[in-house]
């Protein structure tokens, strides 16, 4: 869970990287960075956070040069420490490199290894580092050649960029599980994990990266390479569920689009003898009112949420109270009392929050609670870049729909299908990752790379 900006040739380029980070704030808010280069030193800035709490105008000025990358954090391999923000910076025989990643490798750990046995020192716990290190085994005379060889033997997500003294690179593995996008500020390349940033900055999007793609950009030279053979399509559907802005656009689709198309199934599937719909927000802001147009229920804000949470929120003592799920919504009580309320959240992972959630709303005085989940129940953690925890603390890797409505204490509680979700997806069924519905895992954790001869970079494409 991170989101990742860069940008070839403009004047202002870390500047743009900062306000594409603040777009993109949403995919990660552990830590943010930017790197950019001066065509004689790179510039790094990072820090613990939010976008706004990295960045002033001080350290801005101090990030000069044409070309940067930027980073904002949520870990989901290696821990929420400073040493472990992006980007990450090494000096290599091939000169000074940087990069930002999003996804999660899933052979890092045996790379690392292997690597560390043999004399390497790491100065992360991230697996995005491996890469640079594979790089730095692999000097060649041609820096996209040595990224190539080193993605060889890397497994699993990645949508990244890679900043050097020469040009910027972006590369999406060749499943596809994590979006990556194209587009031009002023004419200058640019890329971003969502088009959100690109709406900000006023960039006309261009296109998505194949699978596999990787995009060199020099100036205002962009060139495509293939790392290989495309593989099938394993595009995150969670992304469309949870963790993409509604305002994106994501694999082709408009998020918002796809949430409404969602609910408005989940009302077909699972409809319920209620009064009104309520979103939990933000995260089921879009399939409730789906759900409410399908089912002609109104659509009601009956929870308000609190956005000026931060990082120097202060958890209460034991001693006052543990304010819990309040501190980020409260219900409206106004709106509950005696109502039937279908209550619409995006997904339920350890099923603590819609325990309180439902609590909450019931002490608002709702005279029964229904929640309804746009998505597949939970059941496997992701390997591929979205933080959910082990099976055992997944409450639906563990107990049945019906344990689980005992355990929130809602009156009925219902998910959308497999097929449902599916189908409200753009694409084919087959092209899409479920793994976290379906165990179904399309590369398997923990294997070895390929050869490097299977990968020898080939040029496809060349465009201006
Ligand atoms: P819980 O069931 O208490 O674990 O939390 C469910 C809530 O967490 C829902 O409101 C989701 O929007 C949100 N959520 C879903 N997936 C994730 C995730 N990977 N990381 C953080 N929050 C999530």
């Known amino acids: 869970m991170c989101g990742i900006f860069g940008i070839e040739g403009h004047e202002e380029a870390a500047n743009l990287s900062y306000y594409g980070l603040y777009a993109l704030q949403h995919r990660g808010q552990e830590s943010a960075g930017v790197l950019s280069w001066d065509g004689g030193r790179l510039h790094v800035e990072r820090g613990m956070g939010h976008v706004r709490d990295v960045f002033d105008e001080t350290t801005l000025a101090r990030l000069r040069g044409f070309r940067s990358v930027g980073h904002t954090r949520y870990s989901t391999s290696g821990n929420s420490v400073i040493a472990n923000a992006q980007p990450v910076v090494v000096k290599t025989c091939m000169g000074p490199l940087g990069i930002v990643h999003n996804g999660n490798l899933v052979n890092a750990a045996e790379i690392r290894e292997r690597l560390e046995s043999e004399g390497s020192i790491f100065q992360t716990t991230s697996d995005t580092e491996v890469i640079l290190h594979l790089m730095a085994r692999n000097p060649r005379r041609n820096i996209v050649e040595s990224l190539m060889v080193a993605l060889s033997q890397v497994r699993g997500a990645y949508s990244l960029l890679l900043l050097s003294d020469s040009c910027l690179i972006a590369a999406r593995d060749p499943h596809g599980f994590r979006p990556l996008l194209m587009g031009r500020v002023q004419g200058k390349p640019c890329f971003a994990s969502e088009s959100c940033a690109f709406d900000l900055l006023e960039a006309k999007e261009e296109r998505e990266l194949g699978l596999g793609e990787v995009v060199v950009a020099r100036g205002e030279e962009v060139e495509s390479y293939q790392l290989r053979e495309a593989e099938d399509p394993a595009r995150c559907l969670f992304e469309q569920v ?203 954790v923990g294997s070895g790379g390929r050869d490097q001869e299977e990968m020898f970079p080939i040029r496809m494409e060349s465009e201006d």
């Open 242 to 444: 949870y963790f993409a802005r509604p305002d994106s656009n994501v694999f082709g689709d408009v998020v918002s689009e796809a949430r409404l198309r969602m609910g408005a199934r989940l009302a077909r599937e699972a409809p319920a003898d209620a009064d009104m719909v309520v979103p939990v927000p933000d995260s089921g802001l879009f399939a409730a009112l789906g759900y409410s147009r399908e089912s002609g229920l109104p659509f009601e804000f009956g929870l308000i949420r609190n956005h000026y949470i931060g990082r120097t929120f202060i958890q209460p003592k034991q001693s006052i109270r543990d304010f819990g799920v309040k501190v980020k919504l409260n219900a409206v009580r106004g709106l509950l009392e005696g109502r039937r309320v279908v209550l619409v959240d995006d997904s339920i992972v350890r099923g603590t929050t819609s325990r309180k959630i439902v609590r909450m709303v019931r002490e608002a005085g709702a005279a029964e609670v229904h929640m309804r989940i746009p998505s597949p129940p939970t059941r496997w953690p992701c390997h591929y870049g979205i933080d959910t925890p082990d099976r055992d603390e997944l409450i639906a890797a563990n107990q049945t729909v019906e344990e689980i409505r005992q355990h929130i204490d809602a009156d009925s509680l219902d998910y959308l299908s497999l097929d449902g979700i599916l189908n409200c997806a753009n694409g084919p069924a087959d092209s899409y990752c479920t793994a976290c519905w379906t165990g179904e895992y399309r590369v398997g």
